[in-house]
């Protein structure tokens, strides 16, 4: 089993910064795509960021230059560093990963969500 687990949340004023970790374990061949999405109440789960294995990202629009998302192959970790946070971008935010087990047939997991909360 495979289980992805975040940190990094909290409170933060506007115009301050966050950095949010993923952490992978269990049987792990390797992992494709990795990335964090958020929801926000009353709206849907949305994309925040991607990168895939060999290092190229995809961001949102309302997030480009002001996040960044990375990861560690070798800890099979994934970060999202936010910088220059606004109100809007209060959610819980999820890290999500494409993985590839034993048999060689991937999946797509999801850890259990963090709160980001912004003040204005």
């Known amino acids: 089993q495979v289980q992805l687990v975040e940190s990094g949340g909290g409170l933060v004023q506007a115009g301050g910064s966050l950095r949010l970790s993923c952490a992978a374990s269990g049987i792990i061949v390797s992992i494709n795509a990795m990335g964090w999405y958020r929801q926000a109440p009353g709206r849907q789960r949305e994309l925040v960021a991607t990168?895939?294995?060999?290092?190229?990202?995809n961001y949102a629009d309302s997030v480009k230059g002001r996040f960044t998302i990375s990861r560690d192959n070798a800890w099979n970790r994934v970060y999202l560093q936010m910088d220059s946070l606004k109100p809007e971008d209060t959610a819980v935010y999820y890290c999500?990963?494409?993985?590839?087990?034993?048999?060689?047939?991937?999946?797509?997991?999801w850890g259990q969500g963090t709160q980001v909360t912004v003040s204005s």
């Open positions: 999500n990963a494409n993985i590839n087990g034993l048999a060689h047939i991937a999946y797509t997991y």
């Open positions: 990168i895939a294995s060999g290092g190229n990202t």
